[in-house]
């Protein structure tokens, strides 16, 4: 499956990326064509979820574990 959230540019969405990363085999940000230059949204799209050991998990946090 595929994990797709939208974001806006903060250091919350910056931890939220680097926390999801290693928890999937492809990942992504994007920035549409479409999009304001002004605009701060994006996307971030990952998919293959990986197995994550339960002590790795409740490193995580609540949101991604």
Known sequence: GYFVIK???SPT???IVKQA?????????YELDA???TS???YFVA???KQ????AAG???????
């Open 7 to 9: 974001l806006f540019k």
């Open 13 to 15: 969405a910056t931890a």
């Open 21 to 29: 990363k290693p928890l999937f085999a492809k990942s992504r940000s």
């Open 35 to 37: 999009t304001r230059s």
């Open 40 to 42: 701060n949204e994006f």
């Open 47 to 49: 998919q293959e979820k």
């Open 52 to 55: 994550v050991s339960q002590d």
């Open 59 to 65: 490193q995580l946090g609540p949101h991604l574990a």
